[in-house]
Nanobody
Framework: QVHLVDSGGGLVQAGESLRLSCAASGRTFSMLLMGWFRQAPGKEREFVAAISWSGKRTYFADSVKGRFAISRDNANKTVYLQMNSLKPEDTAVYYC????????????????WGQGTQVTVSS
């Protein structure tokens, strides 16, 4: 059974950067589409970014395109989310998922979830 641990969140000022990590424990590392969702207070969880096993395919929400990058280290069973030029509206709890399904241009977390890591961006 795979266990996902999200880390790297914190409190930053607008314009600064953070890098989130999603470390997987267990025998195998997902070969499926992996990535990140986020949930702000009072809002539904929304898709942020995803990456294929090879890293050749990446997907981003329009709100983060050009500012966020996603990568994965399969040897160390970790997925990263580099967040640059952070904005107050990026404030949320960020969750990793190890099986993201794309259907009708919508993204759904179908696999295991990490416990989440809080990102707070002050203006």
């Amino acid at each position: 059974q795979v266990h996902l641990v999200d880390s790297g969140g914190g409190l930053v000022q607008a314009g600064e950067s953070l890098r989130l990590s999603c470390a997987a424990s267990g025998r195998t590392f997902s070969m499926l589409l992996m990535g990140w969702f986020r949930q702000a207070p009072g809002k539904e969880r929304e898709f942020v970014a995803a990456i294929s096993w090879s890293g050749k395919r990446t997907y981003f929400a329009d709100s983060v395109k050009g500012r966020f990058a996603i990568s994965r280290d399969n040897a160390n069973k970790t997925v990263y989310l580099q967040m640059n030029s952070l904005k107050p509206e990026d404030t949320a709890v960020y969750y990793c998922n190890d099986d993201i399904i794309i259907s009708d241009d919508r993204y759904r977390g179908n696999g295991d979830w990490g416990q989440g890591t809080q990102v707070t961006v002050s203006s």
